[in-house]
């Protein structure tokens, strides 16, 4: 899901009285939207909980996000995750574009407009 929508969700549920606490890794964009509160895990997009079939670390990231919304005492709260990914290889690979995938990323681009230009008629 979109960290900005997610985090703007938030504000406006706060606005209402509703308590949020915002789990993600793209931490210069929600800090950037003010979220109340927000649990940092610096891991791979899609993974804020953790390594999928890992029951025991998102249970303590699940434990961690509701400590945050019970003790935060001040606005715009970050707590990071002590989780770490189990390899570094994502980092060395994130938003990668060179010559060894460009053609493909290009070709991905040019079916996901042409997708979306089918979708509109």
């Known amino acids: 899901m979109c960290h900005q929508t997610v985090s703007l969700t938030a504000r406006a549920l706060e606005a209402e009285g509703i308590a949020t606490v915002i789990v993600g890794s793209a931490r210069d964009i929600v800090e950037e939207c003010g979220v109340p509160r927000f649990v940092f895990s610096d891991v791979p997009l899609g993974n804020p909980f953790g390594s999928p079939g890992d029951g025991e670390i998102q249970r303590a990231t699940l434990d961690l996000a509701l400590d945050v919304i019970d003790r935060a005492s001040w606005p715009r709260t ?14 060395a690979n994130y938003m990668l574009v060179d010559d060894s995938n460009r053609a493909e990323l290009a070709a991905l681009g040019d079916q996901r407009r042409s997708n979306q230009a089918a979708a509109k008629k």
């Open 78 to 91: 970050t707590v990071k995750s002590d989780y770490e990914w189990p390899t570094e290889e994502w980092r």
